[in-house]
């Protein structure tokens, strides 16, 4: 690396919105609700219907590609089941998802700017959901949605920061609550309607509405353009070297990296092994209604919702006393909350004896 960048808050439109913030942070916010809900209610069928249908004969065939796909898999490890292979290409799928945002975010950064980067995003993952809905295609569709999403992620996420003054640091982190706000409330609702249609009409509908979301979020973010940075400042050092403190921050950053990947690993099973298991283990049914699988990843954004700002409050106790834990503290007590649930799913496990559960995932709800 010749030179250390760093992106600078570029004020656009000032604290001019509703509540003080600006004008975009909403047309931001209101991109990402349409976009997170694309994203899970997508992310929570795409196992299911994995081993539900796409990998079942007469299926799996007509699917361009799988055939490679799968030989290639097995080659490094010996024969593997349907589901196994499905929990592969969701292992895939989401990883590539949030590895290409580095990618997209330099592209951004570096030569087209933000603001079209996240309109090529958008595109490309409404497409994506499009093909999801036809068996040849699926493949297609994850290539698709793993490229938008590169394209999306990293660079709507810089405009957020990009709204507000340097000297604004309590606003841009209230800003960021309200977009984070917004991921949580897409999550919340994107598995329920969509694990509905797929349960009532079947998985094209399902992959559908995803797509009618996108398009959606597109939309906003089209209608916000004129409050939205083109392409947020870069700022090089003149030594065009790390410094002493910069290292600190990659050092930091590379323990939060660590302290969080085994930590996301487990968490995101809520989308792959979970699902099969409720499937297979925990009863469904409430008074002759028949609760989709989908419904209960959602519970993630119901924590996200909940909690969060009782946390904050709790935060700003503790430091009104001193006592408030730092970041790393933060993020490591998260971790070792998430592993507990996961043990409260193992004893439940255990304690079924093989018996169908009816309230083992509110586990999730804990490790949230």
Known sequence: MSA????????????????GHPKGLYFLAGTEVWERFSYFGMISLLVLYMVDRLLLPGHAEHVAGLAVLRAALESFQGPISSQSF???MYGLYSGLVYVTPLLGGAIGDRWI?????????????????VAMSFDASFLLALL??????????????????ALYPASDQRGRDLGYMLFMAAINLGALLGPLLCGLLAELYGWRYGFGIAAIFMLLGLLTYLCGLRYLPAKVKRVRHESGRLTARDWVVVSALITVIAITTFQSVALYQVFNAMVIWIQQHVSSSVEGFRIP????????????????PLLYW???????????????????????????????LVAAIALSRGKRMATGPFALLIAE
């Open 4 to 19: 250390f960048t760093k992106s600078t808050p570029r004020p656009v439109s000032g604290r001019n919105g509703f509540f």
């Open 293 to 308: 699988v989908p419904w209960y990843q959602s519970l993630n954004a119901v924590g996200g919702i909940v909690v969060v």
């Open 314 to 344: 709790l935060w700003r106790l503790q430091a009104r006393r001193r006592h408030e834990p730092d970041d790393l503290a933060k993020i490591a007590t998260g971790a070792w909350i998430t592993a507990a649930s996961y043990l409260i």
């Open 113 to 129: 700017g933000q603001r079209n980067a996240v309109v090529i995003g958008a595109v490309l993952m409404a497409a994506g959901h």
């Open 144 to 161: 698709l949605l793993i490229i938008g999403s590169g394209f999306l992620k990293g660079n709507i996420a810089a405009q957020v920061g």
């Open 86 to 88: 499905a929990s592969q």
